[in-house]
Structure formats: structure tokens, C-alpha cells
């Protein structure tokens, strides 16, 4: 499956953006959405996963009722709501896709497949 991140932007503190990740490719209802994000300097890191059915979704605790995955299998694409932004969500963001394996914990992938990022700024 190809990944397509987008959305992206400069935001003032305290604002909103949704990402949106378009697939195509393969069935995209098969495979877990994961949203990634690495800031300067920084490793990157986990911020959401959400299921196939878009039944279950998995936050990072720094973006914890903030943030809200979730996906439109119809249209292929998932999305990343943001909320109360601050600078500390500065990077780049980027989605990935995961079958996973059997046995293991659904969020956790692994995420084979990723999207080319899409820059986020957060300014004070």
C-alpha cells in the first residue's frame, strides 16, 4: 500500500489542524493506521494508532484528549484531528500502515509501510 501524508501547516499555539492520509494500492481496510511524528533533534515517536474497522483507537499520553484518529475506509484515507496544539506537537508527522501480527498487541505493528510526512509548526 502507498501512503500519502498531508495537511500539514503552521498553526498558533492553541489551534487545530487535521492530517490526512490517502492510500492506495492495496485494501486499505486491511491494515492498521498509525500516526508517527519526529521533531528536530529528536527520535521519532508514536502519537495514534487506529484498527481496520476504525472500532478501536490507541493514543500517546502526550496527545491523549487532544488528538482523535480516525478513518474513512470508503474513501481510503485516515485522518489525525488536532486540538489545543502547543509547540511541543512541532514536527513532522507522518502516517504508516500495519498488518499485525498474531499474537501481538494490534497497535503495535509492525508499521511496514510509510507516507512521506508532512511538516507541522506549531508558533507562540
Known amino acids: 500500500v502507498q501512503l500519502q501524508a498531508s495537511g500539514g501547516g503552521l498553526v498558533q499555539d492553541g489551534g487545530s489542524l487535521r492530517l490526512s492520509c490517502a492510500a492506495s494500492?492495496?485494501?486499505?481496510?486491511?491494515?492498521?493506521i498509525g500516526w508517527f511524528r519526529q521533531a528536530p533533534g529528536k527520535e521519532r515517536e508514536f502519537v495514534a494508532a487506529?484498527?481496520?474497522?476504525?472500532?478501536?483507537?490507541y493514543y500517546a499520553d502526550s496527545v491523549k484528549g487532544r488528538f482523535t484518529i480516525f478513518r474513512d475506509n470508503a474513501r481510503n484515507t485516515g485522518y489525525l484531528q488536532m486540538n489545543s496544539l502547543n509547540g511541543e506537537d512541532t514536527a513532522v508527522y507522518y502516517c504508516a500502515a500495519a498488518i499485525p501480527r498474531l499474537g501481538s498487541t494490534w497497535y503495535t505493528g509492525p508499521f511496514t509501510y510509510w507516507g512521506q510526512g508532512t511538516q507541522v509548526t506549531v508558533s507562540s
Open positions: 494500492g492495496r485494501t486499505f481496510s486491511n491494515y492498521v
Open positions: 487506529i484498527n481496520w474497522s476504525g472500532g478501536m483507537t
